[in-house]
């Protein structure tokens, strides 16, 4: 089974990172943060996208870590000069974005809407 954690924002992001030393495949899945009324993300790319992120995980091996990370409201992602944008190791441009860290191997927006691509993500060797 895939061990999965949430971290909200990104302070909270940088300080897991700092400290994630693993052997172990590590995804870090990154999401508009979830609305408490709905329950569901103000991204609507990211609601779509996460059936088919789900099924993708289903299969991996079970040293597999995924890290959701909620980047913050609409308005904190759109600015220009969020952090998640602007940091050299994240460098986003769209919501939802998958990687496999440490590597550069990235999924984004409507690329996770492909299982076969999902798949290929998580399984393929480095």
């Not at 909270?12 to 990154?30: M, R």
């Not at 103000?42 to 609601?47: E, L, T």
């Amino acid at each position: 089974m895939v061990r999965c954690l949430r971290l909200q924002g990104y302070e909270n992001f940088l300080k897991y990172v700092d400290d994630l030393e693993t052997a172990e495949s590590v995804y870090i899945l990154y999401t508009g943060t979830k609305l408490p009324d709905t329950g569901k993300s103000w991204c609507p790319d990211c609601v779509e996208a996460d059936p088919f992120i789900e099924q993708g995980f289903e299969a991996a091996p079970e040293e597999t870590q995924l890290i959701i990370v909620e980047v913050g409201d609409r308005s904190f992602w759109k600015d220009r000069n969020c952090p998640f944008r602007t940091n050299p190791i994240t460098r986003l441009k769209v919501l939802p974005t998958l990687i496999k860290w440490n590597t550069e191997k990235r999924l984004e927006g409507d690329q996770l809407l492909k299982p076969e691509l999902i798949d290929m993500l998580i399984t393929e060797d480095d």
